[in-house]
């Protein structure tokens, strides 16, 4: 069964700090992984998708990177801004549908 | 930009009720999909939809729980009977090639069973 997980489950950092938030999943057999973001009571956000075949993605100041044997992501936010606090949360897809971490909780403090 | 709504965006009902929640997805979709988040917890999936019938379900979803495409644009969750542990935040999502593609969710409606 796939079991996806988030450290930290809380980060603070200040203003312009690069960061990086991480993921490990305990199945290989992945289609792909994506990336969102969640804001208190709101939806969810895809940020980035990467595919089992790439090694990364990149958007604006996101980049995210993948190493299917591994079973790691990294989520990295360049010269962070406050506007960027939210729960970041990581899913994989595969065998079963899409897969959540429990996210990790970043606030940027100006 | 297309992005998926979901209608209500809050909804209170006594134990025992039936619910229904609505969703349109983004329009050229053809993969629909429901999940859930219980206050503090992770994101659950619940069921998928292509094809006017459903692909894959959870251990979740079970008989109080149905979905329906009724018309060309809806795509509704319906809870029969709900209880106490319904209460949670139900998300849908969309996407245009099933799971080798993004999915693209709903704001979500916070359902509280009372």
């Known amino acids: 069964k796939q079991e996806v997980t988030q450290i930290p489950a809380a980060l603070s950092v200040p203003e312009g700090e690069n960061l990086v938030l991480n993921c490990s999943f305990t199945?290989?057999?992945?289609?792909?992984l994506q990336w969102f973001r969640q804001d208190p009571g709101k939806g969810l956000t895809s940020l980035l998708l990467i595919q089992s075949s790439q090694r990364e993605q990149t958007s604006g100041r996101l980049n995210a990177s993948l190493d299917k044997s591994s079973g790691r992501s990294t989520l990295y936010i360049a010269a962070s801004q406050p506007g960027d606090s939210a729960t970041y949360l990581c899913?994989?897809?595969?065998?079963?549908?899409?897969?959540f971490g429990k996210g990790t909780r970043l606030s940027v403090i100006a | 930009e297309p992005e998926v709504t979901q209608t209500p965006s809050h909804q209170v009902t006594q134990m025992g009720q039936e619910v229904i929640l609505r969703c349109v997805p983004i329009?050229?979709?053809?993969?629909f999909y429901w999940y859930r988040q219980i206050l503090g917890q992770k994101v659950e999936f619940l069921v998928s939809?292509?094809?006017?019938?459903?692909?894959?379900k959870s251990e979740i979803f079970d008989d109080q729980f149905s979905v329906e495409r009724p018309d060309g644009s809806n795509f509704t969750l319906k809870i029969r009977s709900t209880k106490l542990e319904d209460s949670a935040m139900y998300f849908c999502a969309s996407s245009s090639q099933g799971a080798s593609e993004t999915q693209y969710f709903g704001p979500g409606t916070r359902l509280l069973v009372l």
């Open positions: 329009s050229n979709h053809l993969y």
């Open positions: 199945d290989s057999a992945i289609y792909n």
């Open positions: 939809f292509y094809n006017n019938e459903i692909s894959e």
């Open positions: 899913a994989v897809s595969g065998n079963t549908p899409l897969v």
